[in-house]
């Protein structure tokens, strides 16, 4: 493979990553206006995400054994053609009941897609390209998650919430077409899906997040996820194919990077669930006025993310991934510290510098050490465990805080609170960061 190109596969892996990621963000600063429109209160608005996460997560390391045996290219046009065809249906919702729904079934075309797009980089690219490749691939996860914020403002100030999710109707038709001319179409390796573990991970996901977030008998989710759970884990210790091999967690590098992927999204997504929220609540800005005040984080972490790859040639993947992990908790805790009531400036948007830049250095490296020596066999699998952590720390965290703070009445009380809880997950995270560089061996 030529060192200094890339090709069409990855502007087509990173596009298409970058569309779930951004339509998932696009709902963050549309909150307020989908509520509105909808009738939806806190907890309902709150499935809107959860909907989506759930599939996602839940369904994600099936997608990407599904990619291991059948063949990356067919079960990445299949993912395609779901979450497209999901899109169109969210953007004509007439209801919570079918918004709820019709985000689920995003969810279940994003894990198909997901688990295989990385799968598909590592396919296509060795050594050094696959590195940076990969570098490119965990910016895209920052950058789509905090373009979200801001397309979703303008798109809810100048035209409707529901165009944000049209728009992906013809950027899906667009993907499908160059996957078709330029993907290669290579063979799967054969066997069956682990259609046990897949059904135990699924009713565990979602019912350890309804047991937290949900409505009427939680406790009884609650009890069947510790057992689906439980028995997801004994499945797949005795599984042929397992969807998540156990082998990936013998490496304490691969082990504590999912438990730090885990804390920092489940703060990081919260951050940009209720920063938006709390712009327009407690300060009275349009949603126009909150994407650009969201630029002090997306700015900051597009420049971070920008110069990583380089970054890459003068330090390890470890050293960044700390420092990233550090800097992002100095800005949650930051923010915590002076409150909403600080004002724009040191509530929100210093903060929002410090976390831009941190955010940008942690999620390429949180990739690398989720994959790092992997066997090509169980890459899809591996990918899958990537974003099952990923999409289910979002979740999980947002749950946590809607959960702990649905009791407050006033947006400043909920935020300030909130704000202590998303600094209580990045310290987690930031602890399993410290136990991947701590002297000892890692594999």
């Not at 509105?36 to 759930?54: E, G, S």
């Not at 019709?102 to 797009?117: C, D, E, H, K, N």
């Not at 702990?404 to 602890?431: D, E, I, Q």
């Amino acid at each position: 493979m030529q060192k200094q190109k890339f090709g069409p596969v990855l502007p087509i892996i990173l596009i298409s990553y970058f569309m779930i990621l951004l339509d998932n963000s696009i709902v963050f600063t549309s909150t307020v206006k989908i509520a509105q429109d909808l009738q939806m209160d806190a907890q309902a608005l709150a499935w809107v995400t959860n909907a989506y996460a759930l599939t996602f997560g839940g369904l994600l390391m099936l997608g990407g054994k599904a990619g291991d045996i059948l063949g990356r290219r067919r079960v990445f046009t299949l993912g395609l053609v779901i979450f497209t065809l999901g899109s169109l249906l969210v953007g004509l919702a007439q209801n919570g009941a079918m918004i709820i729904a019709m985000r689920a079934l995003q969810g279940v075309g994003s894990a198909i897609l997901a688990p295989t797009t990385l799968a598909l980089l590592m396919d296509s690219y060795q050594g050094n390209m696959r590195t940076k490749a990969i570098a490119y691939y965990g910016a895209t996860a920052g950058i789509g998650a905090s373009f979200g914020l801001v397309v979703g403002g303008f798109i809810a100030s100048f035209l409707t919430w529901r165009d944000g999710f049209l728009l992906n109707v013809p950027v899906g038709i667009m993907l499908l077409v160059l996957t078709i001319i330029f993907v290669p179409a290579r063979p799967g390796q054969g066997g069956r899906l682990d259609w046990p573990g897949a059904i135990t991970s699924v009713v565990g996901f979602a019912g350890l997040i309804y047991s937290i977030n949900g409505t009427v008998l939680r406790g009884v989710a609650g009890i069947i996820a510790a057992f689906a759970l439980i028995a997801f884990v004994l499945v797949e210790a005795h599984q042929q194919s397992p969807l998540m091999p156990l082998q990936l967690f013998k490496s304490r590098e691969r082990s504590s990077a999912y438990v730090a992927r885990f804390f920092y999204l489940g703060a990081m997504i919260s951050y940009f669930f209720l920063v938006p929220q709390a712009m327009q609540n407690v300060y009275g800005y349009t949603p126009l006025m909150a994407a650009v005040g969201f630029l002090a984080e997306t700015i900051p972490q597009f420049l971070s993310a920008t110069i990583l790859a380089r970054l890459n040639d003068r330090f390890t993947n470890n050293q960044l991934l700390t420092a990233g992990v550090l800097i992002t908790f100095v800005g949650v805790i930051m923010g915590a510290i002076v409150g909403i009531n600080g004002g724009y400036f040191w509530a929100l948007a210093v903060p929002m510098v410090i976390i831009g830049i941190g955010q940008g250095l942690s999620l390429s490296p949180l990739t690398v050490a989720g994959v790092a020596h992997t066997d090509v066999l169980i890459a899809g699998s591996a990918s899958g465990v990537v974003n099952t952590v990923h999409q289910i720390g979002s979740s999980f965290g947002l749950s946590v805080i809607v959960a702990l703070t649905a009791n407050f009445s006033s947006p400043v009380a909920v935020y300030n609170h909130s704000a202590w809880l998303m600094a209580g997950f990045m310290l987690l995270a930031l602890l399993a960061t410290l136990n991947i560089v701590r002297p000892g061996k890692r594999a």
